[in-house]
């Protein structure tokens, strides 16, 4: 697919059903915890924050980056998560660096669900399922290209041209 295709849908497309991949990233192997629900409530992300816990070394300290849904902030999470002191839930701004991480991680596996067809909320989870195995068993840091000066720099130019419009 070239850039600026409009993908479309045929006449007779059906909509079979959504799933929600939670996904816990270890950044310095690259391989995924992971787990395909069909709803996304808070019962569902406890049940994924016990398979991190359950899945990982306890004497790590694991630092969550997530975004600011409802479902990360509930009652019963913070709760579980005040008995848990390891886990350390860090809320980003969309924009923010950390999230663009995971938009890489979701190009990748867009790119390899595009292709399919699926008949079935089941094929769908299964074709995830093949994605996250093939990944884990060659497992790829995403590594950032920019220095940091040159961040710093794009901010400062940001900032400068929002404080010309509003003197302006």
Same mark, same amino acid.
């Given at each position: 697919?070239?850039?600026?295709?409009?993908?479309?849908?045929?006449?007779?497309?059906?909509?079979?059903?959504?799933?929600?991949?939670?996904?816990?990233l270890?950044?310095?192997?690259?391989?995924?915890?992971?787990?395909?629900?069909?709803?996304?409530?808070?019962?569902?992300?406890?049940a994924?924050?016990?398979?991190?816990?359950?899945?990982?070394?306890?004497?790590?300290?694991?630092h969550?980056?997530?975004?600011?849904?409802?479902?990360?902030?509930? +009652? $019963?999470?913070?709760?579980? &998560?005040? *008995?848990?002191? %390891?886990?350390?839930?860090?809320f980003?701004?969309?924009?923010?660096?950390?999230?663009?991480?995971?938009?890489?991680?979701?190009?990748?596996?867009?790119?390899?669900?595009?292709?399919?067809?699926?008949?079935s909320v089941?094929?769908?989870?299964?074709?995830?399922?093949?994605?996250?195995?093939?990944?884990?068993?060659?497992?790829t840091?995403?590594?950032?290209? +920019? $220095?940091?000066?040159e961040? &710093?720099? *794009?901010?400062? %130019?940001?900032?400068d041209?929002?404080?010309?419009?509003?003197?302006?």
């Amino acid at each position: 697919m070239g850039i600026g295709h409009i993908q479309t849908k045929s006449h007779d497309y059906t909509r079979h059903g959504t799933v929600t991949l939670f996904a816990a990233l270890d950044y310095l192997q690259g391989k995924l915890i992971s787990s395909i629900e069909r709803q996304h409530r808070h019962q569902e992300w406890l049940a994924f924050l016990k398979k991190i816990n359950k899945e990982t070394p306890k004497h790590l300290q694991l630092h969550l980056i997530v975004d600011n849904y409802a479902t990360h902030k509930h +009652a $019963k999470v913070k709760a579980w &998560l005040a *008995k848990h002191p %390891r886990f350390h839930v860090h809320f980003t701004p969309t924009s923010s660096s950390w999230m663009n991480m995971v938009e890489r991680f979701f190009r990748d596996i867009t790119v390899f669900l595009r292709d399919g067809s699926f008949c079935s909320v089941r094929e769908l989870e299964s074709s995830i399922t093949t994605f996250l195995a093939l990944r884990n068993a060659q497992p790829t840091r995403y590594i950032w290209n +920019a $220095k940091g000066e040159e961040i &710093l720099s *794009k901010i400062r %130019r940001a900032r400068d041209v929002m404080d010309a419009q509003m003197e302006g």
